[in-house]
């Protein structure tokens, strides 16, 4: 993008960031039943399919077959035309492979998954593969991979055979050491069922272990973290409550620009906070035993090797902290107005719950997440905050068809990864909403109700070439009272905070022969030019971390910046609109000439009509995302 100012083609196609987090959120706001699992998703599909009797799993991954479960049945050879696919038919694979069903878990780790890797196991199949060759001397006609399952197959028949009488799933026979023994007994374990413990013998426990922070939360707190999870009520409570651990392995951003942050490390001082919330609540005797949560976490400079271990920081009330318990099950005027307070103290934005009740709850998200952005990092400009400020107030009033036909001279990179940023912002006012016991309606934090990638990107084209402020919010009255008072808001948390917003126009780009779309009302010339001066200024962050020089603090020193580039921002929030949860509370609806423009104009109130909100679907957005996407027991590919 940076080269060409276009959308990549599909051969570097990627998932949008935030697709994990938002997407169950998404079908259960159509309508579809939707559950998250608990323990690991594959185990917990063959476990329903097989209480069920389902007719078959319909998938892609090999561990179908090694569940003693329902048939396995291809996606990757589906035929939606005529609604066939390959069976895969793990009676003939025993029979072929001289194997028993129950031998198949252990034939699984030793060939390596997610559990056992390889290369802890590459001894063994290398013992397998000579004995192989020693009793069949031909030549194997088929493939390699294919051969070393028939080796290993015919190893575990025959270190099986000698034991005698089995001692568990795991022959003693085994060249293991104690460490691999217990490991590949876990891996073992990965495969049994409830109901086929019987096959273990009392070795192996296929038990989850026990909460993590058990001890700072009470019994209902930890039944709420489980039902909220599965229920998808709930995001990071679980994973931070009971297993002590959170990750985000993917994430779209250049390690080239060192202006910008990571969001890994954007976002950590409120990730701090939130574990505060849901952890520190008891006496302060706890922070002898202060808990360590284990983030997995992909930036430039972290290879996913290790988690960094990162502690959590108590939130700042005007009042003594409450507990988790009352902020979740409590009732009241008093409680309600905790919740607001607890989720407000997360992002630094305390004094905007004067605006709660006056704005719709998806604008005064946005004004949140703006807030916090532009505090963590200090490159920001005031063309950026308004690209974010008017995208969000502009998107409540555009149909999908609207947003499809919006059109771009070219594609600003940097554009796409501040647009990634705010997206993984998202799902964290989406846990500090959950933390706090959910003072917001969960569908206002949704990303189809906040932003859009095009209109964003418009958005921040127009600020940084200048254009007045009535172009900005397209010559829309409403529009640009409401972006004129959240602007305001901003600049007057930011003004505390010793925060200088500064105008900094980003270059004007690449020259493409491309005329503004329908969006641009009255424009029919070409961009202009911005005055392209760059800025080099280190982008910083302000609270519990500072990068020091290096993002991860270990060392680390990114390369200099090799060319000037624009500054921008993508962000987006729409305030609600038609959607659920949007509006206001009681069924009352959002107009101009409430108390929130009473205050931002002085006692008056603009002289115009709020137009009609229009329904808004889902549309298709311009997203060329190049992506950093490891498994975490793989060093993350170089971010582009």
């Not at 701090?272 to 922070?287: A, C, F, W």
């Not at 604008?363 to 995208?391: F, G, R």
Request: net charge negative.
């Amino acid at each position: 993008m940076k080269a060409h100012g276009e959308q990549p083609g599909r051969e570097l196609f990627c998932l949008p960031s935030g697709l994990a987090t938002f997407t169950c959120f998404a079908l259960r706001s159509l309508g579809q039943e939707v559950f998250c699992s608990v323990q690991e998703a594959d185990y917990e599909i063959a476990n329903y399919a097989c209480q069920h009797s389902s007719m078959g799993i319909l998938g892609q991954d090999s561990d179908f077959i090694i569940f003693n479960s329902a048939p396995y049945l291809s996606v990757a050879k589906l035929q939606l035309d005529s609604l066939t696919t390959v069976l895969y038919d793990r009676q003939r694979l025993c029979q072929t492979i001289s194997l028993s069903v129950t031998q198949l878990p252990l034939l699984a780790c030793l060939l390596g998954n997610d559990v056992v890797s390889e290369e802890q196991m590459q001894h063994i199949r290398n013992d397998a593969m000579a004995t192989y060759r020693i009793n069949n001397p031909a030549p194997h006609s088929g493939a390699p991979q294919g051969q070393v399952v028939l080796a290993v197959s015919q190893y575990v028949s025959s270190v099986w055979g000698r034991e005698g009488e089995e001692t568990g799933l795991i022959p003693q026979s085994l060249n293991l050491s104690g460490p691999l023994r217990e490991l590949l007994k876990r891996g073992i374990c990965s495969y049994l069922l409830p109901g086929q413990e019987a096959l273990q013998q009392g070795d192996i426990s296929a038990r989850p272990s026990a909460p993590a922070f058990e001890k700072y939360v009470s019994p209902e707190i930890l039944k709420a973290c489980r039902e909220k999870h599965v229920a998808v009520e709930g995001f990071m409570v679980y994973s931070v409550v009971c297993e002590g651990v959170t990750e985000c392995s993917n994430t779209l951003e250049d390690e080239e620009d060192t202006e910008l942050l990571p969001q890994a490390l954007v976002y950590k001082p409120c990730r701090q906070l939130i574990y505060g919330l849901l952890l520190l609540h008891r006496d302060e005797d706890s922070s002898v035993d202060l808990p360590a949560v284990r983030e997995w976490f992909v930036y430039p400079g972290n290879p996913l090797q290790e988690p960094d271990m990162v502690h959590p920081v108590p939130v700042r009330l005007p009042y003594d902290k409450p507990s988790l318990d009352l902020l979740w099950f409590g009732t009241g005027p008093e409680v309600s107005a905790l919740r607001l307070t607890s989720f407000l103290s997360i992002f630094d934005c305390l004094e905007f719950s004067e605006l709660y009740g006056d704005i719709e709850d998806s604008l005064l998200a946005a004004l949140c997440l703006v807030t916090y952005i532009v505090l963590q990092v200090q490159t920001l400009s005031q063309e950026d905050s308004d690209a974010y400020l008017s995208q969000a107030v502009c998107l409540r009033l555009k149909s999908p068809q609207e947003l499809q036909q919006i059109k771009l001279p070219f594609l600003s990179s940097r554009a796409v990864q501040l647009g990634s940023l705010y997206v993984r912002g998202l799902s964290h006012l989406l846990g500090a909403n959950c933390a706090s016991g959910c003072p917001l309606p969960s569908a206002a934090l949704m990303p189809w109700h906040s932003f859009d990638g095009r209109l964003f990107h418009s958005k921040y084209l127009l600020a940084h070439s200048g254009v007045e402020k009535t172009v900005l919010l397209e010559s829309d009255p409403s529009c640009l009272s409401l972006f004129l008072c959240l602007r305001e808001k901003l600049m007057e948390a930011c003004r505390k905070r010793g925060r200088v917003l500064q105008s900094r126009p980003a270059a004007a780009g690449p020259s493409y022969e491309t005329t503004p779309g329908p969006s641009y009302r009255g424009r029919d010339t070409g961009w202009p030019p911005g005055d392209g001066e760059s800025w080099r200024n280190r982008g910083e962050m302000i609270g519990s971390h500072q990068h020091g020089g290096g993002w991860r603090g270990r060392g680390e020193v990114w390369p200099e910046r090799r060319e000037n580039r624009e500054q921008p921002w993508e962000r987006g929030h729409r305030g609600g609109g038609g959607g659920a949860g949007g509006g206001m509370r009681g069924g009352q609806h959002f107009h101009p000439h409430s108390q929130f423009y009473h205050n931002c104009h002085g006692g008056g109130s603009p002289n115009v009509s709020h137009p009609r909100k229009r329904p808004r679907g889902r549309s298709q957005h311009v997203r060329g995302r190049y992506q950093l996407a490891p498994r975490w027991s793989h060093p993350p590919a170089p971010a582009i």
